[in-house]
């Protein structure tokens, strides 16, 4: 058996599996966000840790296996953002969520000057505000103290692991996305610091090391705090976006995978990078030789339990919401809703908004067009990945959308692709756990792994009598988004 431990964007899960994917038992807790100021969503770091503990320590107690039978453990989570651990062995202040853009400045700023242009030649990405490259410049500019004493760079996931077993130690799918590391050469690069005038930190990057490098055992103390057995093995695990890919089989470059939750991830492997700067990002996937080619914006699933709580309070599930949406047709609404709560695919500043409302709408009509609009949103991306690939056999779809078969539909109709479910709700999770299994020697490599961990529940046809109206809803979508984007910077 295998743990996989899953740390979001709005929640941590813990997850006990078989060899063979079965799941056996889970436990999960909400995080609280912080918001100090405008802009800031942070998160701490030592509840972080005490959460993890306790989910880990509820499937091991609940499950009733020996612990000595769990052969090793990982951890998912979310990329980007921003965990210090000072010199002081403690956190250095609260940890900082992908969904932060208190940095945007600095990309704006090496656009202008050039340095974007610059890093692109060894990093093959974007730079974005939530990226630890600009939150690390954020606080040499506005907070020396908390600067000063950084010891450790970490992911989420990274310093979960870090806590599990005292080892610091950064993983390369995770690391590859932030602007810190040199893709051609898969190590840090000294040059790249000096262009950030972040030289200072280096010795703050951990050691480099693959999602299912052994990276230490279960320490004596997180032994007693997690129910785990001392030495239990810990592998590198990954970034979130790759475990779930990895739990979806993506091992070749057949079909895209799409993530509705916290973030719209929209991605597929490819032996070789894009560089015409045609997508977002280039990262190092958890599969020697490949490259993940991705799209991605904070404006997913994330906006359904976001609007629930702010305008439709008397709805209490995702199930109700859904029902709602369910009572419309594609054409019989044509409300526009931009699901810019954290900004928008490449403006940090946008705003939310919903276009188009009459006397005639009720909460159904809004309800499906909250849908539209996340699914839209994810159509631009996947357009840029398009570009850049002959063909594409499936979309196989993660997150809060796959538990919702008229989601899922309108997913294939909006991308007019086959959509495949993963029989797993715990993506995150799983793949993390394939992770461990590849380490304690179970499986030998990942796709060893996912012909015997994953399995296809179903597939959602798309239906062609739908095209019309979304390819005009989306070309609407588009305009409007647009018109707005010259606007914000005035909120």
Not at 32 to 47: A, K, Q, S, W
Not at 78 to 95: F, R
Not at 216 to 224: D, L, P, R, S, V
Not at 377 to 392: A, D, F, G, P, Y
Request: aromatic share 10%; hydrophobic share 40%; net charge negative.
């Amino acid at each position: 058996m295998f743990i996989g431990v899953d740390n979001g964007g709005t929640s941590c899960k813990a997850v006990l599996f078989d060899r063979n994917g079965r799941q056996l038992c889970s436990a999960s807790e909400e995080l609280v966000m912080l918001i100090p100021e405008n802009g800031h969503t942070e998160r701490d770091m030592e509840e972080l840790w005490k959460a993890n503990c306790r989910i880990i320590r509820r499937i091991v107690e609940e499950s009733g296996v020996v612990p000595k039978e769990i052969r090793g453990i990982a951890c998912a989570g979310h990329g980007k953002g921003l965990y210090l651990w000072g010199k002081d062995n403690k956190p250095a202040m609260n940890g900082i969520i992908s969904t932060d853009s208190r940095a945007w400045e600095y990309p704006e700023k090496w656009e202008k000057d050039g340095k974007s242009d610059e890093v692109f030649s060894k990093t093959y990405q974007r730079i974005l505000a939530c990226q630890p490259v600009s939150l690390l410049c954020w606080l040499r500019d506005n907070n020396q103290d908390v600067f000063a004493n950084i010891k450790w760079i970490f992911g989420v996931k990274d310093y979960i692991r870090f806590r599990l077993t005292g080892e610091a130690y950064a993983e390369l799918t995770d690391i590859s996305g932030s602007n810190l590391l040199n893709l051609q050469t898969r190590q840090y690069d000294s040059e790249l610091l000096d262009i950030y005038g972040l030289s200072d930190i280096r010795d703050a990057l951990p050691p480099l090391k693959r999602s299912f490098d052994l990276c230490g055992t279960i320490t004596g103390e997180a032994a007693e705090l997690t129910g785990l057995e001392l030495g239990t093995v810990v592998a590198g695990g990954m970034f979130d976006i790759d475990s779930c890919a990895i739990a979806m089989d993506i091992t070749n470059e057949e079909n895209i995978a799409v993530i509705a939750g916290t973030w719209s991830i929209n991605e597929y492997i490819s032996k070789e990078p894009v560089l015409d700067k045609s997508v977002m990002m280039n990262s190092i996937y958890c599969m020697d030789d490949y490259y993940l080619v991705e799209e991605r914006s904070p404006t997913s699933a994330v906006n359904l339990s976001w609007f629930m709580e702010k305008f439709m309070p008397d709805v209490k599930s995702f199930d109700e919401f859904n029902q709602l949406a369910g009572n419309v047709k594609p054409d019989e609404q044509n409300i526009v809703y931009l699901p810019y709560i954290f900004g928008s695919n490449y403006n940090p500043q946008a705003r939310a908004a919903m276009i188009g409302l009459d006397s005639r709408h009720t909460n159904s009509h809004i309800a499906r067009a909250v849908l539209e609009g996340v699914c839209f949103c994810h159509k631009v991306h996947i357009e840029k990945l398009m570009q850049n690939r002959k063909s594409t056999r499936a979309v196989r779809l993660a997150g809060g959308a796959a538990k919702s078969s008229l989601w899922a539909q309108l997913f294939a109709d909006i991308f007019e692709l086959p959509v495949e479910l993963i029989d797993n709700d715990e993506l995150g999770a799983l793949g993390a756990a394939m992770a461990a299994a590849v380490a304690s020697g179970d499986y030998t490599d990942f796709p060893d792994a996912a012909n015997g961990m994953v399995k296809i529940k179903c597939k959602v046809e798309p239906n062609s009598d739908t095209f019309e109206s979304y390819r005009e809803k989306y070309e609407i979508y588009k305009l409007v988004s647009g018109v707005l984007d010259g606007c914000w910077k005035r909120f």
